[in-house]
Nanobody
Framework: QVQLVESGGGLVQAGGSLKLSCAASGMIFSINDMGWYRQAPGKQRELVADITSGGSTNYADSVKGRFAISRNNAKNIMYLQMNSLKPEDTAVYYC?????????WGQGTQVTVSS
């Protein structure tokens, strides 16, 4: 079992920044890739960015150049630095971790960007 807890969400004006954190606990040695997903009202959950255990990253086109994903394996924490935020970035952001073929999810943290 892996437990994931997100933090760092909130309300920010357009153009501002937020940094999300995801703390992992439990069978953390078994985690392979990790990622951030988001779900806006009335829309499907979508991948924002992911990162492998070796540090390779992948980003959705909509956030490239604005968001940065990172991972501290020693502290078992993953981050998402979000800059130049736009109203369309408003969503619940979820942390995700892969263990074998199983995916674990956090409870989500709300990010609201006002125009």
């Amino acid at each position: 079992q892996v437990q994931l807890v997100e933090s760092g969400g909130g309300l920010v004006q357009a153009g501002g920044s937020l940094k999300l954190s995801c703390a992992a606990s439990g069978m953390i040695f078994s985690i392979n890739d990790m990622g951030w997903y988001r779900q806006a009202p009335g829309k499907q959950r979508e991948l924002v960015a992911d990162i492998t255990s070796g540090g390779s990253t992948n980003y959705a086109d909509s956030v490239k150049g604005r968001f940065a994903i990172s991972r501290n394996n020693a502290k078992n924490i993953m981050y998402l630095q979000m800059n130049s935020l736009k109203p369309e970035d408003t969503a619940v952001y979820y942390c995700n971790a892969g263990v074998g073929t199983y995916r674990y999810w956090g409870q989500g943290t709300q990010v609201t960007v006002s125009s």
